[in-house]
């Protein structure tokens, strides 16, 4: 949990500090100031997308770590098929074509992904894949 709570202060933190200051962040990549006054309009769920696809990123490290690639593949494509693409069809389609649907869509699937691999995390059997861990370590050891 300690591990977690740590990466979701850095990535509170950064994305508070996007938050406060799009404009510097914006002008990394231009001057352009029609650009600048969109990613100002767009700022909450650029931001609340930036802080979730980085919470998703470090909460899959978990069953990563653990030896689950596969159940991070499957829970990755269910939450980008299943929530993301149809989250951002519809918020695009019947609210709004543009920047703020495509990013509400986007954070609506990147919560989707890290309820899931919370869940996967958090609900697993750590000494089952412990033991699994160290027979994986010591059967590369007899090679």
């Given at each position: 949990?300690?591990?977690?709570?740590?990466?979701?202060?850095?990535?509170?933190?950064?994305?508070?500090?996007?938050?406060?200051?799009?404009?510097?962040?914006?002008?990394?990549?231009?001057?352009?100031?029609?650009?600048?006054?969109?990613?100002?309009?767009?700022?909450?769920?650029?931001?609340?997308?930036?802080?979730?696809?980085?919470?998703?990123?470090?909460?899959?490290?978990?069953?990563?770590?653990?030896?689950?690639?596969?159940?991070?593949?499957?829970?990755?494509?269910?939450?980008?098929?299943?929530?993301?693409?149809?989250?951002?069809?519809?918020?695009?389609?019947?609210?709004?074509?543009?920047?703020?649907?495509?990013?509400?869509?986007?954070?609506?699937?990147?919560?989707?992904?890290?309820?899931?691999?919370?869940?996967?995390?958090?609900?697993?059997?750590?000494?089952?894949?412990?033991?699994?861990?160290?027979?994986?370590?010591?059967?590369?050891?007899?090679v």
């Amino acid at each position: 949990y300690v591990g977690v709570a740590m990466a979701g202060a850095v990535c509170f933190l950064v994305a508070s500090s996007v938050l406060l200051r799009i404009d510097l962040f914006g002008k990394i990549f231009t001057t352009d100031e029609v650009f600048l006054g969109i990613l100002d309009d767009i700022k909450f769920p650029f931001v609340i997308t930036l802080f979730l696809m980085n919470m998703s990123v470090a909460i899959e490290k978990i069953p990563y770590s653990m030896g689950r690639t596969s159940t991070v593949f499957w829970m990755g494509l269910i939450a980008s098929w299943g929530a993301q693409v149809p989250a951002v069809f519809l918020c695009t389609t019947y609210w709004r074509n543009d920047l703020n649907g495509l990013y509400w869509g986007m954070a609506i699937g990147y919560a989707v992904l890290v309820l899931l691999y919370s869940a996967i995390a958090f609900t697993s059997d750590w000494h089952k894949y412990a033991e699994l861990a160290r027979l994986r370590s010591t059967e590369s050891m007899d090679v």
